[in-house]
């Protein structure tokens, strides 16, 4: 895995591979192809509900590929190259493709703006399973959501779409503000919106935020968790109270 790593890096130098964002993108592929592990990759099926293609990466070896990758790119071709690449990247249909599209770009969200967010938000319709999905939506679209609160209004345009990964998108997007004890009223509205959803993906996503914000406002979010006990599916609660003391577990659960 590190020596294929390197020939990516390596090869991220030559003009051809450089010439245009769906050369660079397909040298990608083919570097992702052949540096996998086909035993891996049968077993990464185990966590999926859904059919999932993949060559068998582990995470930390696929980061570091990128990352290399990117700094070779960013020197020679720039930030609007990087960004195409992975716009090109998220496009496929093999799990590692979009992953490394997302660590791409990871941690360079101060740079992204509204065109970036836009192009971001086109990629939830692309989306295959949880995986990418939170790669996605917890990396670069839940920070573009802190550095400018106005993008929730984004979050409630999802939490109405008949789609179940937008709607999950909505939960997830707000996980990193829940975290800066951001966005409580509309955490709230938010939550009240999807209580009555019944897909599973949606529920871990709502119940994921619910805990973020249990975890560092403890104080705010419990009373709202007391609140909604009886009409919230047993899902979102349980994951909601994964933080909390267990008396107040206790409470919210029914149980004592």
């Not at 802190?146 to 996980?175: E, G, N, Q, Y």
């Not at 994921?208 to 709202?224: C, G, I």
């Not at 047993?234 to 909601?240: C, D, G, I, K, S």
């Amino acid at each position: 895995m590190r020596r294929q790593a390197r020939s990516v890096n390596k090869e991220a130098r030559s003009p051809k591979v450089l010439g245009t964002p769906a050369g660079a993108a397909a040298h990608v592929r083919r570097a992702l192809k052949e540096g996998g592990s086909a035993e891996h990759a049968a077993g990464v099926q185990w966590f999926f509900k859904e059919e999932i293609k993949s060559h068998g990466w582990y995470t930390a070896d696929l980061r570091r590929a990128a990352v290399h990758f990117r700094r070779e790119v960013r020197k020679e071709r720039g930030l609007d190259f990087l960004v195409e690449v992975a716009n090109q990247l998220f496009s496929g249909v093999v799990l590692e493709e979009k992953i490394a599209a997302v660590f791409l770009l990871e941690r360079l969200d101060a740079e992204f703006g509204d065109r970036e967010f836009t192009l971001f938000e086109t990629w939830l319709d692309r989306i295959s399973s949880w995986a990418d999905h939170d790669a996605l939506v917890h990396s670069l679209i839940a920070p573009m959501v802190v550095a400018k609160p106005a993008r929730t209004r984004a979050v409630f345009r999802w939490a109405k779409s008949p789609d179940r990964w937008h709607r999950r998108a909505a939960c997830v997007a707000l996980i990193r503000g829940a975290r800066a004890k951001m966005f409580w009223p509309e955490i709230q509205k938010l939550s009240n919106s999807l209580l009555a959803d019944k897909d599973d993906m949606v529920q871990k996503g709502l119940g994921w935020l619910l805990r973020e914000a249990a975890k560092f406002d403890a104080n705010r979010t419990t009373p709202y968790l007391m609140k909604i006990r009886g009409r919230a599916p047993r899902l979102v609660l349980r994951t909601a109270c994964e933080t909390l003391t267990p008396s107040v577990r206790k409470r919210i659960l029914g149980r004592g």
